[in-house]
């Protein structure tokens, strides 16, 4: 198993630009999770999705937007990309029985210029 | 709005000292919560989970919950230099959504 993958690993924009984080997973997992966490700060829930065509915002939805067609895809949209968006991005997954662990992918390094 | 607030660090202790982190939540209604190890340029993994009162040990470490004081606290006995990151204490919400706290950045210095 590959886990929770994520691409790009790096990316620079340019302000207003667009692009797409996106992220897979491969366990079969209902729930996936997007966060960002800027430097020396917690995570942030940006969005969530608790199976295939369900999603719902998190704490800092503003200026992104998500779809998950799959189990296994959750891609994050960035429309009209701002400085304020720099940030590392994660993506997560979790098993929607018993267990309470959520497994991260190795996260996105976007800086906007 | 729920928040989890953390020690604000940085920590150092010695190698082989007890690591204290320390953790407090303001919603009540949380009945779970976890201590996430973060290495600098990586990404966070589960080392404890604790959902009732009183002490979980697990190795050298030890998770402390105390819900009448809404208080979470992480305690790693002989502490080693592989021990150096930032340890991130977060709360569970509906829909399996977790609330981090901003981290508490430990060094272990041999």
């Known amino acids: 198993n590959a886990g929770v993958t994520q691409t790009p690993k790096f990316r620079i924009l340019k302000i207003g630009q667009s692009m797409t984080l996106q992220c897979t997973q491969d366990?079969?997992?209902?729930?996936m999770y997007w966060y960002r966490q800027d430097p020396g700060m917690g995570l942030k829930l940006i969005y969530y999705?608790?199976?295939?065509?369900?999603?719902d915002k998190g704490e800092v939805p503003n200026g992104y937007n998500v779809s998950r067609s799959t189990t296994e895809d959750f891609p994050l949209r960035l429309e009209l990309a701002a400085p304020s968006q720099t940030s590392v991005y994660f993506c997560?997954?979790?098993?929607?029985?018993?267990?309470?662990?959520?497994?991260f992918g190795p996260g996105t390094r976007l800086t906007v210029l | 709005q729920k928040e989890v607030e953390q020690n604000s660090g940085p920590l150092s202790v010695p190698e082989g000292a007890i690591a204290s982190l320390n953790c407090t939540y303001s919603d009540r209604v949380s009945q779970s919560f976890f201590w996430y190890r973060q290495y600098s340029g990586k990404s966070p993994e589960l080392i404890m989970s604790i959902y009732s009162n009183g002490d979980k040990e697990d190795g050298r470490f030890t998770a402390q919950l105390n819900k009448a004081s809404q208080y979470v606290s992480l305690l790693i006995r002989d502490s080693q230099p592989s021990d150096s990151a930032t340890y991130l204490c977060?709360?569970?919400?509906?829909?399996?959504?977790?609330?981090f706290g901003s981290g508490t950045q430990l060094t272990v210095l041999p």
């Open positions: 977060a709360s569970k919400g509906s829909a399996r959504q977790l609330t």
């Open positions: 366990m079969n997992h209902n729930y």
């Open positions: 997560a997954s979790q098993d929607g029985g018993g267990t309470d662990t959520q497994y």
């Open positions: 999705s608790v199976g295939a065509g369900i999603t």
